[in-house]
């Protein structure tokens, strides 16, 4: 199996006065133009991508959108366990119940993309640190199943790589 983790693109800063419900916070245009690059860089990295799966918060959707439109990815689809602060053994059953394809792609937040590639990699007593930039996406795969630690790293990238 191979999974692409992706950090949402850039969105407006958290203000409560227009957005009271930051799930609701969207990308900014130039988040957005620039994660279109990102897009159409990955789809010449990752083709055949079965199954996307976003956060239900805005700017992941939107992020998600992106990649439909511009990587040629399939429609996406809303899995709660992406949400920001959501742990990575419960983002990890939620994709097992899924039965997920070969090539499978996931749009969250930071901390919890971090929390999940280490949880991939190492394991629940790894010490692993990841840090996503925003637009930013890491390549794991595993011949042994969706366990943790069963993963290993084939590149992570940042949107200014991706871009070129």
């Not at 439109?69 to 429609?75: D, E, G, H, I, L």
């Not at 920001?84 to 937040?109: D, I, K, R, Y």
Request: charged content about 20%; overall charge positive; some cysteine.
């Amino acid at each position: 199996m191979k999974l692409y983790l992706v950090r949402h693109a850039i969105a407006h800063d958290r203000d409560v006065a227009k957005w009271p419900d930051d799930g609701q916070r969207p990308l900014t245009k130039r988040g957005a133009n620039r994660f279109e690059q990102v897009a159409s860089g990955m789809r010449k990295l990752a083709p055949g991508v079965a199954l996307l799966l976003t956060s239900p918060l805005v700017r992941a959707i939107q992020t998600a959108e992106i990649l439909v439109t511009r990587a040629k990815w399939p429609t996406h689809e809303v899995l709660h366990e992406l949400e920001p602060h959501c742990p990575p053994n419960e983002t990890l059953h939620a994709l097992s119940a899924l039965t997920p394809p070969g090539v499978v792609a996931l749009v969250g937040h930071e901390p919890m993309l971090g929390k999940l590639a280490a949880y991939l990699l190492s394991g629940p007593q790894g010490k692993a640190l990841f840090e996503f930039k925003k637009g930013g996406v890491a390549c794991l795969e595993s011949g042994h199943g969706l366990r943790p630690g069963a993963f290993r790293l084939l590149w992570l990238a940042t949107p200014r790589l991706l871009r070129r």
